[in-house]
């Protein structure tokens, strides 16, 4: 079974330049997840998509990061303008379900690593 | 809101001793899943060990067990036989059972583990 796909994988972009980040869930994941990954700290969720609908997106600077995931499968993660505090890991992540259940686990990408300069 | 709280930066253990990671955490809610993530250098998110709240009996995968203290909101990782490739940065992580949370993972901060030759 085919994992999580993301790219690029790395990205190194000016401050106030705009900067797009891909995800392939496995297939037939209906939940979709994007992370923001401060070096030295724990992953964040930024966005939470069930098929192409948005669960949450309480954490996700609305004034610069944008997100969709058309069609409920590909999913693309934007931030225009970018700031230099956007360097990051962005993870994604994909779930079966919503459903409850400790077996329902989620399956993470490898990231993308954003440098801000 | 769930806070996940890793209070060791950094540890090391030489190979094939034995190592336990610590973790702590606040919610109100009483059933609950907990999870340990592996994070290599290559940010590849890996399960290594999940418990659900309610079950008194501690989780045990090959060389990685837990010991779940609920009252006292603790969830600490011990891994036997510790071997090179343990090496990593590891993750506590709490997920809520109610759907209405989204399956989000709430993440500590992160313990970064150096395995001695």
């Known amino acids: 079974e085919a994992g999580v796909a993301q790219s690029p994988r790395y990205k190194i972009i000016e401050k106030r330049q705009s900067v797009a980040f891909w995800c392939n869930p496995i297939?037939?994941?209906?939940?979709l997840y994007w992370y923001q990954q401060i070096l030295g700290q724990g992953p964040k969720l930024l966005i939470q998509?069930?098929?192409?609908?948005?669960?949450?997106d309480s954490q996700l600077p609305k004034d610069r990061f944008s997100a969709e995931r058309l069609k409920g499968v590909d999913s693309t993660l934007k931030i225009q303008p970018a700031k230099l505090e956007d360097s990051a890991v962005y993870l994604c992540?994909?779930?079966?379900?919503?459903?409850?259940?400790?077996?329902?686990?989620?399956?993470f990408g490898p990231g993308t690593r954003l440098t801000v300069l | 809101a769930q806070t996940v709280t890793q209070s060791q930066p950094e540890m090391s253990v030489q190979e094939a001793e034995t190592v336990t990671l610590s973790c702590t955490y606040d919610?109100?809610?009483?059933?609950?899943?907990l999870f340990w993530y592996k994070q290599p250098p290559s940010r590849q998110m890996i399960l290594v060990i999940r418990?659900?709240?309610?079950?008194?009996q501690n989780a045990t995968e090959n060389r990685f067990s837990v010991n779940f203290q609920k009252a006292a909101k603790s969830f600490s990782l011990k891994i036997s036989d510790s071997q090179l490739g343990d090496a990593a940065m590891y993750f506590c992580?709490?997920?809520?059972?109610?759907?209405?949370?989204?399956?989000?993972?709430?993440f500590g901060e992160g313990t970064q583990l150096t395995v001695n030759p």
């Open positions: 992540a994909s779930r079966e379900s919503l459903a409850g259940g400790l077996r329902n686990e989620q399956f």
């Open positions: 297939s037939g994941h209906a939940t």
């Open positions: 998509f069930q098929n192409n609908g948005v669960v949450d």
């Open positions: 919610t109100s809610e009483s059933d609950y899943y």
């Open positions: 418990q659900e709240a309610y079950k008194q």
């Open positions: 992580a709490y997920r809520s059972v109610r759907e209405t949370s989204g399956s989000r993972l709430t």
